[in-house]
Protein backbone atom coordinates (compact mmCIF):
# COMPACT_ATOMS: atom_id res chain seq x y z
CA UNK A 1 0.00 0.00 0.00
CA UNK A 2 1.38 3.39 -1.18
CA UNK A 3 2.12 6.05 2.00
CA UNK A 4 3.96 9.16 1.92
CA UNK A 5 4.68 10.84 5.13
CA UNK A 6 5.60 14.19 5.65
CA UNK A 7 7.96 15.88 9.02
CA UNK A 8 9.42 19.26 9.14
CA UNK A 9 6.88 21.41 10.13
CA UNK A 10 6.85 23.45 13.08
CA UNK A 11 7.00 27.09 14.34
CA UNK A 12 9.13 29.78 12.95
CA UNK A 13 9.33 33.55 12.89
CA UNK A 14 9.33 35.53 9.72
CA UNK A 15 12.21 35.18 7.87
CA UNK A 16 13.42 31.97 9.07
CA UNK A 17 14.24 28.86 7.68
CA UNK A 18 12.45 24.58 7.59
CA UNK A 19 12.76 22.16 5.83
CA UNK A 20 10.34 19.36 5.05
CA UNK A 21 10.87 15.87 4.22
CA UNK A 22 8.26 12.93 2.52
CA UNK A 23 8.98 9.19 2.73
CA UNK A 24 7.52 7.24 0.24
CA UNK A 25 7.09 4.01 0.44
CA UNK A 26 4.81 1.25 -1.52
CA UNK A 27 4.50 2.75 -4.23
CA UNK A 28 7.45 2.88 -7.80
CA UNK A 29 9.22 5.97 -6.68
CA UNK A 30 10.61 5.68 -10.23
CA UNK A 31 9.27 7.28 -12.45
CA UNK A 32 6.96 9.23 -10.57
CA UNK A 33 6.93 13.31 -9.87
CA UNK A 34 6.81 14.23 -6.62
CA UNK A 35 5.00 18.00 -5.85
CA UNK A 36 4.10 19.79 -2.66
CA UNK A 37 1.00 21.10 -2.06
CA UNK A 38 -0.22 23.57 0.69
CA UNK A 39 -3.92 24.50 2.54
CA UNK A 40 -4.10 27.20 4.75
CA UNK A 41 -7.34 27.70 6.79
CA UNK A 42 -10.33 28.49 5.06
CA UNK A 43 -8.55 28.19 1.31
CA UNK A 44 -8.64 26.30 -1.08
CA UNK A 45 -5.26 23.39 -1.41
CA UNK A 46 -2.40 25.20 -3.61
CA UNK A 47 0.64 24.09 -5.73
CA UNK A 48 3.46 25.39 -4.15
CA UNK A 49 6.65 23.08 -6.05
CA UNK A 50 7.16 19.86 -7.97
CA UNK A 51 10.54 18.19 -9.07
CA UNK A 52 10.38 15.35 -11.61
CA UNK A 53 11.82 12.08 -11.02
CA UNK A 54 15.22 12.84 -12.80
CA UNK A 55 15.67 15.50 -10.24
CA UNK A 56 16.45 17.50 -13.88
CA UNK A 57 13.14 19.95 -14.07
CA UNK A 58 11.64 21.53 -10.88
CA UNK A 59 8.59 23.98 -11.22
CA UNK A 60 7.31 26.74 -8.56
CA UNK A 61 4.37 28.48 -7.80
CA UNK A 62 5.39 32.37 -8.24
CA UNK A 63 5.29 33.58 -4.58
CA UNK A 64 7.65 30.85 -3.92
CA UNK A 65 10.21 30.93 -6.22
CA UNK A 66 13.19 32.22 -5.24
CA UNK A 67 12.49 31.16 -1.04
CA UNK A 68 11.70 27.53 -1.40
CA UNK A 69 13.30 24.69 -3.62
CA UNK A 70 12.38 21.36 -3.98
CA UNK A 71 14.95 18.64 -4.16
CA UNK A 72 14.79 14.05 -4.07
CA UNK A 73 16.80 11.82 -3.04
CA UNK A 74 15.98 8.70 -4.99
CA UNK A 75 18.00 5.93 -3.20
CA UNK A 76 15.93 6.79 -0.03
CA UNK A 77 12.76 7.62 -1.60
CA UNK A 78 12.58 11.06 0.01
CA UNK A 79 11.62 14.37 -1.57
CA UNK A 80 12.54 17.72 0.16
CA UNK A 81 10.86 21.18 -0.10
CA UNK A 82 13.57 23.94 1.51
CA UNK A 83 11.28 26.81 2.70
CA UNK A 84 13.76 29.90 3.44
CA UNK A 85 12.82 33.62 4.34
CA UNK A 86 9.09 32.28 5.19
CA UNK A 87 6.45 34.84 5.34
CA UNK A 88 3.37 34.45 7.76
CA UNK A 89 1.38 34.25 4.76
CA UNK A 90 3.29 30.86 4.01
CA UNK A 91 1.46 29.44 6.91
CA UNK A 92 -0.67 26.07 5.89
CA UNK A 93 -0.63 22.69 6.10
CA UNK A 94 1.66 21.38 3.59
CA UNK A 95 1.27 18.03 1.49
CA UNK A 96 3.30 16.40 -0.94
CA UNK A 97 2.14 14.30 -3.42
CA UNK A 98 3.23 11.85 -6.36
CA UNK A 99 1.95 10.95 -10.02
CA UNK A 100 3.57 9.18 -12.78
CA UNK A 101 5.42 11.32 -15.79
CA UNK A 102 6.99 14.54 -15.59
CA UNK A 103 4.59 16.57 -17.04
CA UNK A 104 4.02 19.90 -14.86
CA UNK A 105 0.43 19.11 -13.34
CA UNK A 106 -0.55 22.56 -10.43
CA UNK A 107 -4.16 20.52 -9.80
CA UNK A 108 -3.97 18.44 -7.04
CA UNK A 109 -6.76 16.15 -7.72
CA UNK A 110 -4.75 14.66 -10.68
CA UNK A 111 -2.48 13.88 -8.39
CA UNK A 112 -1.91 9.96 -7.35
CA UNK A 113 -0.74 9.58 -4.00
CA UNK A 114 -0.77 12.16 -0.95
CA UNK A 115 0.39 12.20 2.38
CA UNK A 116 -1.00 13.17 5.65
CA UNK A 117 0.36 16.81 5.71
CA UNK A 118 2.28 18.79 8.20
CA UNK A 119 2.03 21.97 9.72
CA UNK A 120 3.98 25.15 9.02
CA UNK A 121 3.22 28.36 11.09
CA UNK A 122 4.96 31.30 10.46
CA UNK A 123 4.77 33.76 12.98
CA UNK A 124 5.15 37.72 12.67
Known amino acids: QAKLVESGGGLVQAGGSLRLSCAAS????????MAWFRQAPGKEREFVAR????????YYEDSVKGRFTISRDNAKNTVYLQMNSLKPEDTAVYYC?????????????????WGQGTQVTVSS
Open 26 to 33: GMPFSGYS
Open 97 to 113: AARPGGAVVTTWALYDY
Open 51 to 58: ITWSGGST
